[in-house]
Protein backbone atom coordinates (compact mmCIF):
# COMPACT_ATOMS: atom_id res chain seq x y z
CA UNK A 1 0.00 0.00 0.00
CA UNK A 2 1.41 3.73 -1.07
CA UNK A 3 0.35 6.94 0.70
CA UNK A 4 0.21 9.71 -1.75
CA UNK A 5 -0.10 13.48 -1.03
CA UNK A 6 -1.43 15.33 -4.29
CA UNK A 7 -0.97 19.35 -4.45
CA UNK A 8 -0.53 21.74 -7.20
CA UNK A 9 -0.45 25.35 -7.81
CA UNK A 10 0.93 26.96 -4.67
CA UNK A 11 1.40 30.81 -6.44
CA UNK A 12 3.26 31.53 -3.53
CA UNK A 13 3.50 35.53 -3.47
CA UNK A 14 1.06 35.91 -6.13
CA UNK A 15 -1.98 38.78 -5.32
CA UNK A 16 -0.36 40.37 -3.00
CA UNK A 17 -2.37 43.15 -3.52
CA UNK A 18 -5.23 41.80 -1.80
CA UNK A 19 -3.41 42.04 1.03
CA UNK A 20 -1.68 44.38 3.73
CA UNK A 21 1.53 44.53 5.62
CA UNK A 22 0.66 42.58 9.12
CA UNK A 23 2.56 44.98 11.50
CA UNK A 24 3.53 42.12 14.04
CA UNK A 25 5.34 40.44 11.38
CA UNK A 26 6.46 42.86 8.60
CA UNK A 27 5.12 40.56 5.53
CA UNK A 28 2.08 40.31 3.23
CA UNK A 29 -1.07 39.37 5.22
CA UNK A 30 -1.68 37.57 1.53
CA UNK A 31 2.11 35.58 1.64
CA UNK A 32 0.96 35.03 5.32
CA UNK A 33 -2.12 33.41 3.90
CA UNK A 34 -0.89 31.45 1.20
CA UNK A 35 2.23 30.23 3.84
CA UNK A 36 -0.60 28.96 6.01
CA UNK A 37 -2.36 26.89 3.90
CA UNK A 38 0.79 24.95 2.27
CA UNK A 39 2.00 24.73 5.87
CA UNK A 40 -1.59 22.76 6.19
CA UNK A 41 -0.50 20.61 3.36
CA UNK A 42 2.90 20.15 4.68
CA UNK A 43 1.31 19.34 7.99
CA UNK A 44 -0.96 16.67 6.87
CA UNK A 45 1.58 14.82 4.42
CA UNK A 46 3.25 14.12 8.07
CA UNK A 47 0.34 13.49 10.26
CA UNK A 48 -1.10 10.91 7.44
CA UNK A 49 2.68 9.29 7.09
CA UNK A 50 2.54 9.14 3.47
CA UNK A 51 4.81 7.93 1.37
CA UNK A 52 5.81 10.62 -0.88
CA UNK A 53 4.14 13.99 -2.05
CA UNK A 54 3.60 14.96 -5.43
CA UNK A 55 3.71 18.73 -6.51
CA UNK A 56 1.83 19.76 -9.62
CA UNK A 57 3.74 22.40 -10.40
CA UNK A 58 3.57 26.69 -10.35
CA UNK A 59 5.29 27.06 -7.47
CA UNK A 60 5.48 31.16 -7.89
CA UNK A 61 4.36 33.65 -9.92
CA UNK A 62 6.83 33.56 -11.87
CA UNK A 63 10.33 32.02 -11.87
CA UNK A 64 12.32 34.46 -10.68
CA UNK A 65 10.87 35.21 -6.88
CA UNK A 66 12.03 37.20 -4.06
CA UNK A 67 14.65 35.82 -1.67
CA UNK A 68 12.22 35.89 0.97
CA UNK A 69 9.38 34.33 -0.78
CA UNK A 70 11.97 31.53 -1.88
CA UNK A 71 12.57 31.32 1.65
CA UNK A 72 8.89 30.62 2.85
CA UNK A 73 8.27 28.26 0.53
CA UNK A 74 12.08 26.06 1.36
CA UNK A 75 10.80 26.70 4.86
CA UNK A 76 7.46 23.99 4.57
CA UNK A 77 9.37 21.86 2.12
CA UNK A 78 12.54 21.68 4.13
CA UNK A 79 10.27 19.38 6.93
CA UNK A 80 9.92 17.27 4.16
CA UNK A 81 13.03 16.63 3.59
CA UNK A 82 13.95 15.84 7.26
CA UNK A 83 11.61 13.45 7.41
CA UNK A 84 12.80 11.82 4.58
CA UNK A 85 9.72 11.73 2.42
CA UNK A 86 10.10 11.89 -0.56
CA UNK A 87 8.75 14.65 -2.52
CA UNK A 88 8.39 15.63 -6.59
CA UNK A 89 8.60 18.79 -7.54
CA UNK A 90 7.18 19.52 -11.18
CA UNK A 91 7.88 22.62 -13.49
CA UNK A 92 5.06 24.49 -14.30
CA UNK A 93 4.73 27.24 -17.11
CA UNK A 94 4.91 29.81 -14.29
CA UNK A 95 8.32 28.14 -13.14
CA UNK A 96 9.79 28.21 -16.17
CA UNK A 97 11.85 31.21 -17.36
CA UNK A 98 11.29 32.23 -21.42
CA UNK A 99 15.04 32.06 -22.42
CA UNK A 100 16.33 29.49 -20.50
CA UNK A 101 16.03 25.81 -20.04
CA UNK A 102 14.66 24.06 -17.21
CA UNK A 103 12.44 25.22 -13.92
CA UNK A 104 14.68 28.10 -12.50
CA UNK A 105 12.65 28.80 -9.61
CA UNK A 106 13.31 25.23 -8.14
CA UNK A 107 16.32 24.30 -9.61
CA UNK A 108 18.15 25.33 -6.28
CA UNK A 109 16.59 22.23 -4.81
CA UNK A 110 18.54 20.20 -7.41
CA UNK A 111 21.91 21.98 -7.36
CA UNK A 112 21.68 21.78 -2.90
CA UNK A 113 20.64 17.88 -3.70
CA UNK A 114 18.58 18.50 -0.91
CA UNK A 115 18.12 14.54 0.15
CA UNK A 116 14.54 12.94 -1.38
CA UNK A 117 13.96 15.95 -3.20
CA UNK A 118 13.23 15.24 -7.22
CA UNK A 119 12.81 18.37 -9.32
CA UNK A 120 11.22 17.16 -12.43
CA UNK A 121 11.53 19.52 -15.42
CA UNK A 122 12.36 16.75 -18.25
CA UNK A 123 9.50 13.50 -19.60
CA UNK A 124 11.11 10.86 -17.58
CA UNK A 125 10.36 7.91 -15.55
CA UNK A 126 11.69 8.20 -11.66
CA UNK A 127 11.59 4.99 -10.23
CA UNK A 128 11.62 6.08 -6.57
CA UNK A 129 11.65 3.80 -2.72
CA UNK A 130 9.54 4.86 -0.69
CA UNK A 131 9.21 3.28 2.94
CA UNK A 132 6.35 0.90 1.91
CA UNK A 133 8.62 0.30 -1.63
CA UNK A 134 8.70 1.08 -5.04
CA UNK A 135 6.74 4.06 -7.33
CA UNK A 136 6.98 4.73 -10.17
CA UNK A 137 7.02 8.20 -10.93
CA UNK A 138 6.49 9.90 -15.18
CA UNK A 139 6.70 12.94 -14.99
CA UNK A 140 5.68 15.53 -17.45
CA UNK A 141 6.17 19.32 -17.46
CA UNK A 142 4.61 22.19 -18.96
CA UNK A 143 5.68 21.83 -22.45
CA UNK A 144 6.05 24.61 -24.76
CA UNK A 145 6.30 24.33 -28.30
CA UNK A 146 9.98 24.93 -28.72
CA UNK A 147 10.80 21.84 -26.02
CA UNK A 148 9.71 19.37 -27.90
CA UNK A 149 10.31 20.79 -31.51
CA UNK A 150 12.82 22.81 -33.68
CA UNK A 151 12.37 26.28 -35.36
CA UNK A 152 13.04 23.98 -38.71
CA UNK A 153 10.46 22.01 -38.43
CA UNK A 154 7.61 24.41 -37.12
CA UNK A 155 8.06 26.86 -39.86
CA UNK A 156 5.59 28.10 -42.08
CA UNK A 157 3.06 26.13 -39.62
CA UNK A 158 0.01 27.63 -38.09
CA UNK A 159 -0.51 27.48 -34.31
CA UNK A 160 -3.18 25.18 -34.72
CA UNK A 161 -0.78 23.03 -36.89
CA UNK A 162 2.07 23.31 -34.22
CA UNK A 163 -0.16 22.04 -31.75
CA UNK A 164 -1.18 18.73 -33.74
CA UNK A 165 2.85 17.98 -34.43
CA UNK A 166 3.55 18.48 -30.94
CA UNK A 167 0.99 16.11 -29.55
CA UNK A 168 2.17 13.86 -32.10
CA UNK A 169 5.42 14.00 -31.39
CA UNK A 170 4.71 13.81 -27.33
CA UNK A 171 2.71 10.71 -28.26
CA UNK A 172 5.28 8.08 -29.14
CA UNK A 173 7.72 9.44 -26.31
CA UNK A 174 5.06 9.15 -23.52
CA UNK A 175 4.24 5.73 -25.37
CA UNK A 176 7.75 4.66 -24.75
CA UNK A 177 8.36 6.02 -21.21
CA UNK A 178 4.71 3.51 -20.84
CA UNK A 179 6.38 0.25 -22.35
CA UNK A 180 9.78 0.77 -19.62
CA UNK A 181 7.47 0.36 -16.40
CA UNK A 182 7.33 -2.41 -14.21
CA UNK A 183 3.57 -3.48 -14.07
CA UNK A 184 3.95 -4.45 -10.39
CA UNK A 185 4.95 -1.06 -9.07
CA UNK A 186 2.35 1.23 -8.06
CA UNK A 187 2.36 4.04 -11.25
CA UNK A 188 1.36 7.30 -11.31
CA UNK A 189 1.56 10.46 -14.11
CA UNK A 190 2.50 13.46 -12.60
CA UNK A 191 1.84 16.18 -15.36
CA UNK A 192 1.41 19.94 -15.88
CA UNK A 193 -0.40 20.16 -18.54
CA UNK A 194 -4.03 21.70 -19.93
CA UNK A 195 -6.45 18.90 -20.81
CA UNK A 196 -9.49 18.80 -23.77
CA UNK A 197 -11.32 18.24 -21.28
CA UNK A 198 -11.17 20.63 -18.17
CA UNK A 199 -13.62 22.97 -16.98
CA UNK A 200 -13.41 26.08 -15.05
CA UNK A 201 -16.06 28.42 -13.07
CA UNK A 202 -19.86 26.58 -15.00
CA UNK A 203 -20.17 24.76 -17.34
CA UNK A 204 -17.17 26.82 -19.32
CA UNK A 205 -14.62 25.54 -21.44
CA UNK A 206 -10.69 26.69 -20.40
CA UNK A 207 -9.60 25.06 -22.95
CA UNK A 208 -10.92 27.68 -25.91
CA UNK A 209 -8.30 30.08 -27.13
CA UNK A 210 -5.65 29.03 -24.55
CA UNK A 211 -3.34 27.45 -26.86
CA UNK A 212 -2.20 24.08 -25.84
CA UNK A 213 -4.20 21.51 -24.71
CA UNK A 214 -3.72 17.54 -24.61
CA UNK A 215 -6.48 15.48 -25.77
CA UNK A 216 -7.83 13.04 -22.52
CA UNK A 217 -7.39 9.68 -24.27
CA UNK A 218 -3.56 10.93 -23.67
CA UNK A 219 -4.22 10.35 -20.18
CA UNK A 220 -6.59 7.65 -19.37
CA UNK A 221 -3.93 4.47 -19.60
CA UNK A 222 -4.08 1.48 -17.82
CA UNK A 223 -1.08 1.42 -16.35
CA UNK A 224 -1.35 4.35 -14.45
CA UNK A 225 -3.09 4.02 -11.03
CA UNK A 226 -3.52 7.63 -10.40
CA UNK A 227 -2.83 11.19 -12.98
CA UNK A 228 -1.56 13.57 -10.98
CA UNK A 229 -2.11 17.54 -12.68
CA UNK A 230 -1.22 20.80 -12.21
CA UNK A 231 -1.83 23.75 -14.02
CA UNK A 232 -5.80 24.33 -14.09
CA UNK A 233 -6.78 26.00 -10.35
CA UNK A 234 -9.95 24.44 -9.85
CA UNK A 235 -10.12 21.16 -8.37
CA UNK A 236 -11.65 18.71 -10.88
CA UNK A 237 -11.61 15.48 -11.14
CA UNK A 238 -11.81 14.53 -15.07
CA UNK A 239 -12.30 10.58 -14.87
CA UNK A 240 -15.44 9.83 -12.91
CA UNK A 241 -15.02 6.21 -13.79
CA UNK A 242 -11.60 6.18 -11.72
CA UNK A 243 -9.92 4.17 -13.93
CA UNK A 244 -7.64 5.92 -13.37
CA UNK A 245 -8.72 9.09 -11.43
CA UNK A 246 -7.21 11.82 -13.66
CA UNK A 247 -7.20 14.97 -10.99
CA UNK A 248 -6.69 18.44 -10.86
CA UNK A 249 -6.33 19.15 -7.24
CA UNK A 250 -6.59 22.80 -8.00
CA UNK A 251 -4.78 26.11 -6.21
CA UNK A 252 -4.46 26.21 -2.43
CA UNK A 253 -5.52 29.60 -2.20
CA UNK A 254 -7.34 32.05 -4.05
CA UNK A 255 -5.25 33.42 -6.68
CA UNK A 256 -7.71 36.57 -7.66
CA UNK A 257 -11.16 37.21 -8.18
CA UNK A 258 -12.17 34.48 -10.85
CA UNK A 259 -11.68 31.74 -7.69
CA UNK A 260 -14.06 33.25 -5.87
CA UNK A 261 -16.22 30.08 -5.72
CA UNK A 262 -13.92 27.75 -6.02
CA UNK A 263 -12.94 25.30 -2.87
CA UNK A 264 -9.30 24.96 -1.58
CA UNK A 265 -7.74 22.10 -1.34
CA UNK A 266 -5.23 18.93 -1.49
CA UNK A 267 -6.00 15.34 -2.19
CA UNK A 268 -4.60 12.43 -0.65
CA UNK A 269 -4.70 9.29 -2.03
CA UNK A 270 -3.87 5.07 -1.74
CA UNK A 271 -3.04 2.98 -3.96
CA UNK A 272 -3.84 -0.96 -2.77
CA UNK A 273 -3.28 -3.78 -5.06
CA UNK A 274 -3.78 -1.96 -7.80
CA UNK A 275 -7.20 -0.04 -6.55
CA UNK A 276 -7.09 3.61 -5.90
CA UNK A 277 -8.71 5.51 -3.35
CA UNK A 278 -8.64 9.57 -3.22
CA UNK A 279 -10.43 12.02 -1.36
CA UNK A 280 -9.79 16.02 -1.27
CA UNK A 281 -9.34 18.14 1.81
CA UNK A 282 -10.38 21.42 2.03
CA UNK A 283 -7.97 24.47 3.09
CA UNK A 284 -9.25 27.40 5.24
CA UNK A 285 -8.50 29.30 1.99
CA UNK A 286 -9.69 33.77 2.29
CA UNK A 287 -12.88 34.12 0.95
CA UNK A 288 -13.40 37.09 -2.06
CA UNK A 289 -16.82 38.16 -2.50
CA UNK A 290 -18.31 40.62 -5.10
CA UNK A 291 -21.18 42.68 -4.10
CA UNK A 292 -22.71 44.07 -7.05
CA UNK A 293 -25.08 46.94 -6.95
CA UNK A 294 -27.59 48.57 -9.41
CA UNK A 295 -28.68 51.77 -7.80
CA UNK A 296 -29.33 53.57 -10.93
CA UNK A 297 -33.17 52.95 -10.83
CA UNK A 298 -32.70 53.83 -6.88
CA UNK A 299 -34.55 56.94 -5.19
CA UNK A 300 -31.57 56.65 -2.31
CA UNK A 301 -28.86 54.97 -3.75
CA UNK A 302 -26.89 55.60 -0.55
CA UNK A 303 -28.95 53.22 1.29
CA UNK A 304 -29.08 50.89 -1.52
CA UNK A 305 -25.61 50.12 -1.59
CA UNK A 306 -25.16 50.44 2.30
CA UNK A 307 -28.20 47.59 2.39
CA UNK A 308 -26.84 45.61 -0.27
CA UNK A 309 -23.32 45.47 1.16
CA UNK A 310 -24.65 44.58 5.00
CA UNK A 311 -26.54 41.57 3.54
CA UNK A 312 -22.72 40.24 2.72
CA UNK A 313 -20.27 38.13 4.98
CA UNK A 314 -17.42 40.38 4.61
CA UNK A 315 -15.76 40.41 7.64
CA UNK A 316 -11.93 39.18 6.93
CA UNK A 317 -13.15 38.44 3.34
CA UNK A 318 -11.28 40.18 0.35
CA UNK A 319 -13.98 42.19 -1.17
CA UNK A 320 -15.01 44.50 -4.31
CA UNK A 321 -17.71 46.56 -4.71
CA UNK A 322 -18.82 47.33 -7.99
CA UNK A 323 -21.90 49.59 -8.66
CA UNK A 324 -23.46 50.76 -11.27
CA UNK A 325 -25.22 54.42 -10.62
CA UNK A 326 -26.16 57.41 -12.91
CA UNK A 327 -23.49 60.51 -12.81
CA UNK A 328 -26.24 63.34 -11.44
CA UNK A 329 -26.59 60.41 -8.43
CA UNK A 330 -23.18 60.64 -7.79
CA UNK A 331 -23.47 63.79 -5.14
CA UNK A 332 -25.85 61.86 -3.13
CA UNK A 333 -23.46 59.01 -2.61
CA UNK A 334 -21.04 59.62 0.78
CA UNK A 335 -18.48 57.19 -0.40
CA UNK A 336 -16.61 57.77 3.31
CA UNK A 337 -19.49 56.15 5.30
CA UNK A 338 -18.66 53.30 2.49
CA UNK A 339 -15.36 53.40 2.87
CA UNK A 340 -16.08 53.22 6.63
CA UNK A 341 -18.47 49.84 6.16
CA UNK A 342 -15.70 48.08 3.80
CA UNK A 343 -12.88 48.67 6.48
CA UNK A 344 -14.51 45.28 8.19
CA UNK A 345 -13.91 43.82 5.27
CA UNK A 346 -9.83 42.31 4.91
CA UNK A 347 -9.38 44.45 2.06
CA UNK A 348 -11.34 46.09 -0.61
CA UNK A 349 -12.39 47.80 -3.69
CA UNK A 350 -14.53 49.96 -5.09
CA UNK A 351 -15.85 50.07 -8.57
CA UNK A 352 -18.42 52.40 -9.67
CA UNK A 353 -19.60 52.08 -13.34
CA UNK A 354 -21.05 55.14 -13.91
CA UNK A 355 -24.06 54.82 -16.54
CA UNK A 356 -23.98 56.87 -19.64
CA UNK A 357 -27.08 57.08 -22.36
CA UNK A 358 -25.08 58.40 -25.38
CA UNK A 359 -22.21 55.97 -25.01
CA UNK A 360 -25.09 53.54 -25.61
CA UNK A 361 -26.98 54.72 -28.19
CA UNK A 362 -24.08 55.28 -30.23
CA UNK A 363 -22.59 52.13 -30.18
CA UNK A 364 -25.48 49.78 -30.38
CA UNK A 365 -23.05 47.19 -31.40
CA UNK A 366 -21.76 46.90 -28.05
CA UNK A 367 -24.72 46.76 -26.18
CA UNK A 368 -25.87 44.48 -23.14
CA UNK A 369 -26.34 41.07 -23.97
CA UNK A 370 -24.01 41.68 -27.33
CA UNK A 371 -20.76 40.01 -27.31
CA UNK A 372 -18.10 40.37 -30.07
CA UNK A 373 -15.04 39.18 -30.74
CA UNK A 374 -11.85 41.38 -29.88
CA UNK A 375 -11.04 42.67 -33.59
CA UNK A 376 -14.36 43.49 -34.14
CA UNK A 377 -15.33 45.54 -30.97
CA UNK A 378 -12.42 47.29 -31.95
CA UNK A 379 -13.43 47.52 -35.42
CA UNK A 380 -16.83 49.10 -34.51
CA UNK A 381 -15.17 51.69 -32.19
CA UNK A 382 -13.17 52.38 -34.90
CA UNK A 383 -16.03 53.24 -37.08
CA UNK A 384 -16.81 55.55 -35.03
CA UNK A 385 -13.50 58.06 -34.68
CA UNK A 386 -13.35 60.16 -37.91
CA UNK A 387 -9.78 61.74 -36.01
CA UNK A 388 -7.95 58.61 -36.30
CA UNK A 389 -9.74 57.17 -39.42
CA UNK A 390 -6.36 57.58 -41.92
CA UNK A 391 -4.61 54.78 -39.25
CA UNK A 392 -7.00 52.25 -38.94
CA UNK A 393 -5.61 49.58 -40.78
CA UNK A 394 -2.26 49.71 -38.56
CA UNK A 395 -4.07 49.41 -35.57
CA UNK A 396 -6.28 46.42 -36.78
CA UNK A 397 -2.68 45.40 -37.88
CA UNK A 398 -1.40 46.10 -33.97
CA UNK A 399 -4.34 44.31 -32.46
CA UNK A 400 -4.12 41.18 -34.29
CA UNK A 401 0.24 40.82 -33.67
CA UNK A 402 -0.61 41.40 -30.20
CA UNK A 403 -3.60 38.57 -29.91
CA UNK A 404 -1.03 36.16 -31.93
CA UNK A 405 1.30 36.64 -29.48
CA UNK A 406 -0.74 36.86 -26.64
CA UNK A 407 -1.38 33.28 -27.76
CA UNK A 408 2.09 32.22 -28.49
CA UNK A 409 2.93 33.10 -24.55
CA UNK A 410 0.70 30.51 -23.59
CA UNK A 411 0.82 32.72 -19.93
CA UNK A 412 -2.68 31.26 -18.51
CA UNK A 413 -2.32 29.56 -15.13
MN1 LIG B 1 0.25 26.48 -14.68
Same mark, same amino acid.
Given at each position: ??????? @?? #??? *??? !? =??? +? /?????? $??????????????????????????????????????????????????????????????????????? @?? #??? *??? !? =??? +? /?????? $?????????????????????????????????????????????????????????????????????????????????????????????????????????????????????????????????????????????????????????????????????????????????????????????????????????????????????????????????????????????????????????????????????????????????????????????????????????
Amino acid at each position: MIKVLHF @SD #IHL *GSG !L =SHG +R /TNPKTG $FNTRLEDFVKCLSLCIDSAIEEEVDIVLFGGDAFPNSTPPPYIQEAFATQFRRLSNLNIPTVLLVGNHDQH @SH #ING *GVS !L =SIY +R /TLKVPN $FIVADTLKTHKILTKNGYVQVITLPWLTRSSLLTKSKTEGLSLEQIDNLLIETLEPALESEIRKLNSNDPTILLAHLMVDRARFGTEKFLAVGRGFTIPISLLMRSEFNYVALGHVHKHQNLNPKNNPPIIYPGSIERVDFSEEKEQKGYVLLIIKKGQTSWNFFPLPARPFITIKANVSQSTNPQKTLIDTIRKKPIKEAIVRLNYQVRSEQLELIDISSIHEILKHSHSYTICPEILSEISRIRLPELGFGKSLDPIEALKTYLKDKNDIKDITDELLEAAHQLLKEKNEIIETD
